[in-house]
């Protein structure tokens, strides 16, 4: 048995009579760029943290899919007499907020700026120095758990990209920094509209109010240098891996062992002796 080494012949007459194998190894291939590529752009971009549950961004899109409605019975005129006046609520806010730091299950207390808009269903609920005040359960925010969540919302006339967002709610269930910047104090005594998330069709008597939310790139967590640093070493590690697998399997395939039978017998070559005598 001799054997012979034809690289291109050999890897030609493999690619011919071996596709499982060929597609596996053009698949793997694909890998090792894809790999490669992505460790490349992550290493030179900023990405978003994926082990981050929560956010800022996330916590204003479950607020803004809500719809926050009037009751059915609730005139004009008494709507705001459920709900606590603005600056009775940040007075309050201000005087509770030591205390509440040193309970077990504290409360945190934020007031915010952040990129949300309102429309209202009809004019009646048109848009102006108003606020929205409604108690929330985390679950509906997608926050995890059945905490009450107190949310309240002033919206400034003329900003409409911004609105100011009160916020009460158990300090394990929000979002860590970066936090929205702070809002200004209110200067006017205002008391919110007591609404209510609802899921069917407004009735007649009812004034809806929809949320919509901007993606704010300064509220999401971003990996760190080291973090994409670590991630980066991985798809290097496993692109390498990959293409020493691919590089092992060309080798082997352009390596063919040819059988040439070689007979003897009393030392002369039976192909230059003929079969039958003539």
């Known amino acids: 048995m001799m054997g012979s080494w034809h690289p291109v012949t050999n890897l030609r007459d493999y690619v011919s009579h071996n596709p499982p194998m ?3 190894l053009l698949c793997m291939l694909s ?3 894809s790999f490669a590529c992505l460790g490349s752009y992550s290493y030179s971009h900023t990405l978003p943290n994926p082990d981050t549950a929560k956010d800022w961004n996330k916590l204003l ?12 019975s609730a005139d004009s005129s008494v709507l705001a007499s459920p709900a606590p006046s603005l600056l009775v609520e940040q007075k309050n806010d201000k005087e509770t907020m030591v205390d509440l730091t040193k309970t077990s299950s504290s409360v945190t207390h934020l007031h915010l700026k952040v990129p949300v808009a309102l429309t209202a269903s009809s004019a009646r609920g048109s848009v102006k120095h108003f606020g929205l005040y409604t108690s929330l359960r985390a679950s509906q925010l997608h926050l995890g758990g059945n905490e009450i969540v ?4 002033e919206f400034l006339t003329g900003n409409r990209t911004h609105t100011c967002l009160n916020i009460s709610a158990p300090s394990h269930l929000l979002p860590l920094s970066p936090h929205p910047m702070k809002c200004p104090a209110f ?3 205002i008391s919110p509209i007591h609404v209510e998330v609802s899921n069917q069709l407004p009735a007649a008597s009812q004034t809806c109010y929809s949320l919509h939310s901007k993606n704010d790139p ?4 971003m990996l760190t240098q080291e973090e994409r640093t670590v991630a980066v070493r991985h798809l290097l590690e496993v692109s390498v891996f990959l ?5 092992v399997l060309c080798l082997a395939a352009s390596v063919k062992r040819s059988l040439i039978p070689c007979y003897h017998w009393n030392g002369l070559d039976l192909k230059s002796e003929p079969l039958i005598d003539s």
């Open 22 to 24: 060929v597609t596996f």
């Open 31 to 33: 890998l090792v760029i």
């Open 61 to 72: 899109s479950s607020l803004s899919q809500l719809q926050l409605c009037t009751k059915a």
């Open 150 to 153: 107190n949310v309240t919302l």
């Open 187 to 189: 200067k006017k005594n």
């Open 218 to 221: 300064t509220l999401t967590v």
């Open 243 to 247: 293409l020493g697998v691919c590089m």
